[in-house]
Structure formats: C-alpha cells, structure tokens
Nanobody, 122 residues
Framework: QAHLVESGGGSVQAGGSLRLSCAATGIDYSMECMAWFRQVPGKERAGVAR??????TVYTDSEGRFTISLDRSENKLYLDMRNLKPEDTGTYYC?????????????????WGQGTQVTVSS
C-alpha cells in the first residue's frame, strides 16, 4: 500500500530557502507521476510541480524558483524552494498518481501525504 510522508516545512523570511522531502513507500516509479501541491485556507489545492517516470518536470508559477527531484534509491521526492515569497505560504502536500494527471488541482491524484506547513514572512 502506498504511503507518503512530508517533512522539511518551517518558517522563513522572504528570500530564504527550504527543502521539502517526501518519503515514499509502495510507489511504482516506473509507472507513477509524483507532484507537490500547495493549499492555503479557503482555496483549492493547487499544483506546484510534477515529475514523471522519465523525470520530465512541469512547474506552475514558481518563476524558476522551485525544483522538483526524485531520488529513487532513497525513495524520496524533494522540492527545493529558493527566494521564497510570502505568497508561497501554505501547506505543501506530495502526491502520486497513475497516468500523470495535470496539476491544475488535485483531481486524479490517488495517494496523498499529510502535508507540511511553509510560512514565509515579509
């Protein structure tokens, strides 16, 4: 059974950096995409970045500040975030899915972690 656990969130000042980690078990990396989503109170969960089995990546509006990567040997998904802005604040979730759904929202993503909070102060 697939299971995801995020870590690495915290509070930073604008301009700072964070590395989020997602420990994954039960994931078939040859078949499944993985992604990071962000959710803020009162808003729908929105995708930040996605990586597919061929390691192709897709990003939304991070302006090149975020990098998603997958270490298959350690079964970990990462999101490196730099030059953080207050609008990056939210709860970050990792997710996995068959068939690489779009990351406009969370539809189609089958397994979710519990989330890790990122707070960026100005």
């Amino acid at each position: 059974q697939a299971h995801l656990v995020e870590s690495g969130g915290g509070s930073v000042q604008a301009g700072g950096s964070l590395r989020l980690s997602c420990a994954a078990t039960g994931i078939d990396y040859s078949m499944e995409c993985m992604a990071w989503f962000r959710q803020v109170p009162g808003k729908e969960r929105a995708g930040v970045a996605r990586i597919d089995p061929s390691r192709r990546t897709v990003y939304t509006d991070s302006e090149g500040r975020f990098t998603i990567s997958l270490d298959r040997s350690e079964n970990k998904l990462y999101l490196d975030m730099r030059n953080l802005k207050p609008e990056d604040t939210g709860t970050y979730y990792c997710a996995s899915a068959w068939g690489c759904p779009v990351i406009t929202n969370g539809q189609g993503w089958r397994v979710w972690g519990q989330g890790t909070q990122v707070t960026v102060s100005s």
